[in-house]
DNA sequence: TTTTTTTTCTACCATTCAGTACATAATCCT
DNA sequence: AGGATTATGTACTGAATGGTAGAAAAAAAA
């Protein structure tokens, strides 16, 4: 028999901060001052904890990181797919799925563009967790958008003329520009636009 | 009348070291460790320089890295449009442009990836001139594709029946994107799969 | 040759930063 | 209530880092 998943009731002093409220707030600091310019003194401060706490909770700024980017793609980074697969056919899917990368790209829920492709890309190079968090995060959103594809085609939303795993890598990789458009300062107007011509042409595929 | 370009052999002690050479060392470590990983020591020990010197030729380490910026937007970050105009019809134009990304792109080159797309793109947050550099070589890329992508068209090459600058942006955006998957690890021999797709996709737009 | 100008090198400094020791507080268990 | 256990806050430390002072070297100018 399994373990019950019923709360244990934890021995010693009880946590006063809420775990996920910490990381999304450290998720911001990432997201904007990246990993090695953000300072384990403001990461503390902006989630409303002192240093030990932090480490307590979380290991060292290192394993923070990883926290954070990991609550960041259960979250914001999963919005667009979210929006993909929520939607009634294929063709207001796709346009939700860019529309939604407007939402979470355009800087009003912390730094422009995303944090996996314009923060832990970088970090890729030197730390290998990261790498590979970042190349399972492009395997796994394509696969889920190649799954609703499918779906799509056979139920004849879309037609079968062209591969479903290319077209979902195209969406894919439309995601991870325009998050790079983002970072260089495109403003929510200009990815709007973007959003929409990306939908016509995933579409016209 | 405008100064001769002729050497002006300057007054004091001459340069033991070649400007450029220097800053594309300094290039190789920042595309690895990206800015703020990339310490000024290593910098300057990579550049064959003291840190001194570094200083007196570039300015701080910010400038330095505007420098090596600018060093990489000359040099490898421009090889991919050079194949793309320098090749003989539009459709080869095309394939020679995805494919010269395998060979900047693949980390023997510096690091993984794009110093634009996956170091800069970090940076822009913080530092606006790297945002504006960064937006700037976007729209420069884009213009330099889409006018030799419209002289295809009045060619006869290339059908007209898909804007010109929607066509070249896709090619940017695709650029963007084969950077952060080699960025994510992928193979040289991935990236050049990839690039025959992208090729595909442009084409068949 | 002497002076002037610029580069180069050794050594250094002030600051910042990741991480922690230790004392205290809050909760559970018996 | 009393001991055990875990969290919190203050204050601190050792190391690394960006940047520089100042002397010596190499060239042109006088």
Same mark, same amino acid.
Request: proline share 3%; glycine share 6%; aromatic share 6%.
């Given at each position: ?22 990381l999304d /707030?450290?998720v911001g600091?990432?997201w ?20 030990? *706490? ?9 394993? !923070?990181?990883?926290?954070a980017l990991?609550r960041y793609g259960a979250t914001t980074g999963a919005e667009a797919i979210q ?8 063709? *207001? ?7 939604a990368l407007?939402t979470t790209q355009?800087?009003k829920r912390g730094g422009?563009g995303c944090l996996l ?7 890729? =190079? ?7 968090? !970042? ?14 594809? =499918? ?5 004849? =939303? ?11 890598? !195209? ?6 520009? *325009?998050a ?16 929409? =011509? ?5 579409? /016209?595929?």
């Open positions: 028999m399994v373990e019950k998943k019923s709360e244990p009731r934890k021995r010693g002093r009880p946590r006063s901060f809420d775990t996920n409220a910490a /707030a450290a600091v990432f904007r001052e990246g990993y090695d310019g953000a300072d384990t003194a403001s990461l503390a401060a902006a989630m409303g904890l002192t240093k030990p *706490s932090v480490y307590a909770a979380f290991g060292d700024k290192r394993s !923070l990181f990883m926290h990991q929006a993909f697969v929520a939607a009634e056919d294929a063709t *207001s899917a796709i346009a939700a799925f860019f529309a407007v355009s800087g422009q492709a314009c923060v832990a890309a970088q970090c890729a =190079e030197t730390m290998p967790e990261v790498k590979t968090l !970042l190349a399972d995060s492009l395997v796994a959103g394509q696969a889920h958008i190649a799954d609703r594809l =499918e779906q799509a085609v056979r139920t004849g =939303e879309l037609p079968d003329d062209y591969p479903v795993h290319r077209r979902a890598r !195209l969406m894919i990789d439309l995601m991870q520009a *325009s790079i458009r983002a970072r260089s300062g495109a403003t929510a107007d200009m990815l709007a636009s973007l959003a929409r =011509e990306n939908a016509d042409m995933v579409l /016209a595929r």
